[in-house]
């Protein structure tokens, strides 16, 4: 029987990849790198599937490049902003995303994020390698506590919720924002305030929601100046939600105390951005889930969805169930 074609746009973790590659004549982008727009239009074409990754734009002119014979989107992400469901859900195409088996690990991060940015950990290791420790010193490298600090979620999704169970063993108090859920569940200890308050009460912020019309620059000016001049900002969702000339000039200003960005816009950073220059901001290259499991897990749960599409079958994990109604 002839297998389903599919492109598959990067090299997936071997615990998807190998599924892919035993359901599906699979064509997989060999490069470290995206493959670029015009590659991208040409190695969709005539394809039944395709799995792709946040770095991939598809959009319109991809889904019409590929052909009517396509059958599923499967996004190795929770996150598909990268997507155009509108045009995917108008065309009838289900999109696949990995929810869940990331929380852990992208919770972990964050507030390994907020622990480092707060107590000036990669400051500290800068200055060791810089050859400057030269004896211990009472004020040296100062940083913020933990135990007694709120902490303000933007987003109460499952990330969101994982943040506030980790702050829990912090002693920490955990407010957050999320105009989709305005009860906590019973068994975490957070409230719902409104998105000033927030700004005003943390002591570190950490953003958990999706990159929508209208989370889009949300961490602009306005309210950084909202901030206590002793506040830590933490994004690990979208780096497009922080406007960073907005977030360059409070950081430098030390308007407030640091902030630590898993995600960035654009990524990568170009190496003479101006947030590179201060000490106050710790980036890194996008890898909140990055852990080894996680990572196989989300390869497998692509591959999972990217089979049943192409099946014709509900998709485990899809963002535009209407496709089946
Ligand atoms: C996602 O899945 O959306 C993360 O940003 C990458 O793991």
Known sequence: ???????????????????????????????????????????????DGLVTLLTDRIDSEVMDAAGPQLKVISNQAVGFDNIDVPAAT???????????????????????????????????????RAGKWKTWSPSLLLGVDFKGATLGLVGFGR?????????????MRVIYYDPLET???????ATHVDLDTLFEESDFISLHTPLTADTRHLINAAHLALMKPTAVLVN???????????????????RIFA??????????L???????????????????????????????????????GLKGEHLPNCVNPQVYK
């Open 183 to 189: 009860r906590p569940p019973a068994e975490i200890k």
């Open 259 to 268: 902030a630590a960005l898993d995600v960035t816009e654009p990524e990568p």
């Open 1 to 47: 029987m002839k297998k389903p074609k599919v492109f598959v746009t990067r090299a997936i973790p071997n615990r998807g990849l190998d599924l892919v590659l035993e359901f599906c004549d699979a064509d997989v982008w060999p490069g470290e790198l995206p493959p670029s727009r015009e590659e991208l239009l040409e190695r969709v074409r005539g394809v």
């Open 270 to 308: 170009p190496m003479d951005h101006p947030l590179l220059t201060l000490d106050n901001a710790l980036i890194v290259p996008h890898i909140a889930s990055a852990s080894k499991t996680t990572r196989d897990k989300m390869a497998w749960m692509a591959a999972q969805n990217l089979i049943a």
């Open 90 to 128: 108008q065309r009838g195409l289900p999109v696949g995303n990995t929810p869940d088996v990331l929380t852990d690990a992208t919770a972990d991060f964050a507030f390994a994020l907020m622990m480092t940015a707060g107590r000036r950990i990669a400051e500290g290791e800068r200055y060791v």
């Open 159 to 171: 990330i969101g919720k994982a943040m506030a169970r980790r702050a829990s063993g912090f002693d």
């Open 236 to 254: 690990t969702s979208r780096g497009p939600v922080v406007d960073l000339d907005a977030l360059y000039e409070a950081l430098k200003a030390k």
